[in-house]
């Protein structure tokens, strides 16, 4: 029997009916680590099996709206990471930052982007039933990956508080009851040489144990050319790491999967491109200053050059465990996870963009090892499928705990000669006074304490109406820490007393003594300007520590009726919740230590899912409303003159749109799937910063970052089936319309930092045997070489904008190998 996870073509939503999806429904069943139940090629779509409300079901019959990405897509494409997701489902969007610590998601233009150590994403991301504490956790390579399923909307009633915007639930494939796996390799070219290795054996032990283990390795150049090094290639990356499963059967009711796993990546990533000439803030047109003359010509997304004297960096390693027990007791199954992950993640960063201190234009550089790691526990119990009352209920609990040590260096220099040099001028010139080194250390860190307990139940009212009703209470406490030391910083005179100043991008001292000293200065009088300056002064070497706790209930109603066999409608209300958090980060002073609120949603949708032609067609429609309060969000500011971003309650937003999935096969061997969302997320009302100036706020009406209105991909792979060696082929295409990379009060930095609006066109072709067991696939990705910008943001040198430029943006091509055995 030929699987179709075996072909090669394009899914885009990927909802193919591979084996991993044709299942049959298990009553009553938890999650993982149940084994695929595999069905003929011949199955339409409409049996894909999914787990978006904690146990087995049908995609159909599932109230929520689900787009489903599985594995086979992702390879088919090249991209095996959640950044190739983005692509195939038009509501989920992706801010690639230049580390994956302040990489975010976005769901229906909802998302947190935050450089905070102590603040938490909207869009929970989940991997074999364990929550990552951090998204930037799964941002790297997949590996066995059998499905993604993207869940859009509130779904804090069985995934937690920080699913706000949605989830993003990850499942690996299940180790097989026979030996046999696979071997692949692939070249990749054209912007940037990229080799790949993957693999995975499934080893039965016994009738009763088996596992699976699996590794990839894959080395990549990278995509932009740094001059200050020769012209050397960066933005590449080398990953490596492994999988191991073992599923035990103590008997046919009881069952534990032990799943371990561990990567390593060193990535020389990701340096922001000059893409723009100086600005003209007021007026947003573009001018010349000295630091010009240090800079690659800007070409705006069409930029590939740097001239950075600090290789920009990431070193990421990751581990984790977790035991999976699920017991059939037979009115109820009673599942237990116990997880551990560790994730130690070092920033290098070259904050300038230039080759060297010059006169005027500072050299920034940033070292910043963060480590984390995370304890959690849930219980549930799940009833049988399809009786009167089918329910899940459990208790969750986690302790997430994250320290960051980072330093930002210094070199400054001033003119020593008057009139200053005009023309740019290093610091090592005769023309430069002596340079200064000042420096900062900061020492802080977060603890999350979660504790949950939850539950949703729906009533069979007959055959075809359903009434869902859930709720869930969350505990939160959240703990942070904050010390910062400061050398080499000049001294100024405020209110008759010698006080340290900022240097660019450093703050002087803050910890406890200077928080003391600054609050009683202000209970004295004392103007904030002043209170601000002079609170260093009081600085005693002890951590500043703060605390917070808050409890919330919420939950989720609904109703469902199926109108006839094919057709399923629904309506939900769900209330999401996000837990409180702090703007912890390197320059924090005593104006930022206010706690940021908790972030709630009220979301409304309505969805028809039409499962048509014995199940080959699948056409599924949503529709929603969301608005949040106390919106956590950043916003730019200025810090000790360098652009950093302000994590804050930034007032009430709200989305509305519709959502379409596609998924048709009109015959056995052709796929077609496609899918298009549209998206109308803005600011109803906007709180600015504690302490920000009147004109930083954001009118009502403002789009929100991320949120491009439109959005869609559609895609078809099929196969010529000869008995012997049978080609194969495969097209996807996507298109998006304009969107913000920049949440800011002033509407010149949006129009300058906005993405232009784009399509992308992928193919491949391809060879196998007929069984399968061998495979040649080639494929060219960006055929129409289309160039855009991941990210734009102000902040460059004269003022000059950065753009983040993703491998996607320029054309190339690969070849892979596969023997399954």
Same mark, same amino acid.
């Given at each position: ?90 509501? @989920? ?34 991997? &074999? ?11 790297? &390579? ?106 035990? &059967? ?492 920049? @949440? ?39 055929? @129409? ?22 491998? &996607? ?11 399954? @055995?």
């Amino acid at each position: 029997m030929i699987k179709t996870h075996m072909l090669a073509g394009v899914a885009a939503i990927a909802i193919v009916a591979s084996p991993g999806f044709a299942q049959t429904p298990q009553t009553g069943a938890a999650t993982a680590p149940e084994a695929a139940t595999t069905t003929p090629d011949d199955t339409g779509p409409g049996d894909i099996i999914v787990t978006a409300q904690k146990r087995s079901e049908r995609l159909q019959d599932v109230p929520v709206a689900v787009s489903v990405v599985s594995g086979a897509a992702l390879e088919a494409q090249g991209k095996l990471n959640l950044e190739g997701a983005v692509s195939l489902v038009p509501s @989920f969007n992706f801010l690639k930052s230049g580390t994956t610590l302040n990489q975010s998601l976005f769901l229906r233009g909802v998302g947190t982007a935050t450089f905070s150590i102590a603040g938490e994403p909207s869009i929970s991301t989940v991997v &074999d039933g364990v929550v990552y504490s951090r998204s930037g956790e799964a941002f790297g &390579d997949l590996l066995d990956i059998d499905r993604i399923e993207v869940l859009r909307g509130p779904q804090g009633t069985l995934f937690g508080k920080n699913a706000s915007a949605g989830v993003i639930n990850i499942i690996s494939k299940q180790p097989g009851s026979e030996l046999g796996g696979y071997v692949e390799g692939g070249y990749f070219g054209g912007n940037g040489a990229e080799w790949r290795l993957r693999g995975g054996v499934d080893v039965p032990i016994g009738d009763n144990v088996k596992t699976r283990i699996g590794g990839f390795y894959s080395d990549y150049d990278g995509n932009i050319r740094n001059q200050a090094f020769g012209g050397r290639r960066v933005n590449g990356y080398k990953h490596y790491g492994f999988r191991a499963q073992a599923n035990i &059967d103590f008997s046919p009711n009881v069952t534990l999967a032990l799943i371990g796993d561990y990567h390593h990546n060193n990535d020389d990533c990701c340096a922001e491109v000059i893409g723009s000439p100086p600005i003209v803030g007021a007026t947003g047109a573009t001018t010349t200053n000295p630091s010009t003359a240090a800079l690659p010509t800007p070409f705006y997304d069409q930029s590939r050059t740097i001239n950075q004297n600090l290789i920009t960096a990431t070193k990421e390693t990751g581990y984790g465990f977790s035991a999976q027990l699920n017991a059939d007791l037979g009115m109820a199954t009673v599942t237990s996870i116990t997880a551990y992950r560790n994730y130690k993640n070092t920033e290098i960063r070259d904050g300038d963009f230039l080759d060297r201190a010059y006169i005027g234009f500072n050299q920034l550089h940033d070292f910043g090892p963060q480590t984390g790691h995370t304890f959690s526990q849930e219980f549930r119990l799940t009833s049988p499928g399809h009786q009167l009352i089918d329910y899940v209920a459990g208790i969750y609990y986690s302790r997430a705990i994250s320290r960051r040590i980072f330093t930002r260096n210094d070199v400054v220099c001033a003119s020593a000669v008057v009139p200053a040099p005009t023309a740019l001028t290093p610091c090592t010139s005769a023309s430069a006074a002596p340079s200064t080194t000042p420096s900062g250390t900061a020492d802080y860190g977060s603890t999350f304490k979660n504790l949950a307990f939850f539950g949703q139940a729906t009533l069979n009212l007959g055959d075809r109406f359903r009434i869902i009703g859930g709720l869930r209470y969350t505990d939160d406490q959240l703990n942070i820490f904050h010390i910062r030391t400061t050398t080499g910083l000049a001294t100024a005179v405020s209110g008759g007393l010698t006080v340290p100043t900022a240097a660019p991008g450093i703050q002087p001292n803050f910890d406890q003594g200077v928080f003391d000293r600054y609050t009683a200065l202000l209970a004295a009088g004392t103007p904030t300007a002043i209170a601000l300056a002079q609170a260093p002064l009081g600085s005693n070497g002890v951590p500043f520590r703060t605390k917070t706790t808050n409890d919330n209930l919420s939950g989720k109603a609904g109703v469902q009726f199926d109108v006839n066999h094919d057709v399923m409608a629904y309506a939900t209300y769900a209330r999401g919740y996000k837990g409180p958090a702090y703007n912890v980060f390197f320059n924090l002073t005593a104006t930022g230590t206010n706690r940021i609120s908790p972030e709630t949603a009220d979301a409304y949708e309505i969805g028809l899912k039409n499962s048509l032609m014995n199940g080959r067609l699948v056409i599924n429609l949503a529709a929603y409303y969301a608005k949040y309060h106390n919106f956590q969000a950043n916003n730019p500011d200025l810090v000790a003159g360098v652009v950093v971003t302000r994590f804050t309650n930034a007032g009430t937003i709200s989305t509305r749109g519709g959502e379409l999935d596609l998924l048709w096969r009109p015959v056995r061997d052709l796929n077609i799937s496609g899918g298009v969302a549209y998206t109308d997320a803005k600011v109803d009302q906007f709180n600015p910063a504690p302490g920000a100036a009147p004109t930083a706020t954001v009118q009502p009406g403002t789009p929100l970052a991320y949120a491009p209105k439109w959005k869609g991909s559609l895609a078809a792979d099929y196969r010529i089936r000869t008995g012997s060696i049978e080609p194969f082929f495969g097209a996807q295409a996507s298109y998006q319309s304009k969107q913000l990379s920049a @949440f800011s009060p002033d509407p010149i930095l949006r129009q300058l930092a906005t993405i232009k609006a784009y399509g992308l066109v992928n193919l491949s072709a391809g060879i196998a045997d007929a069984d399968d067991h061998y495979r040649l696939t080639f494929q060219v990705r960006n055929v @129409f070489d289309t160039s855009f910008a991941a990210a734009i943001i102000n902040g460059g040198p004269g003022g000059a904008y950065r753009y983040q430029i993703p491998r &996607d943006a320029d054309r190339y091509y690969g070849v892979t190998g596969r023997i399954n @055995f």
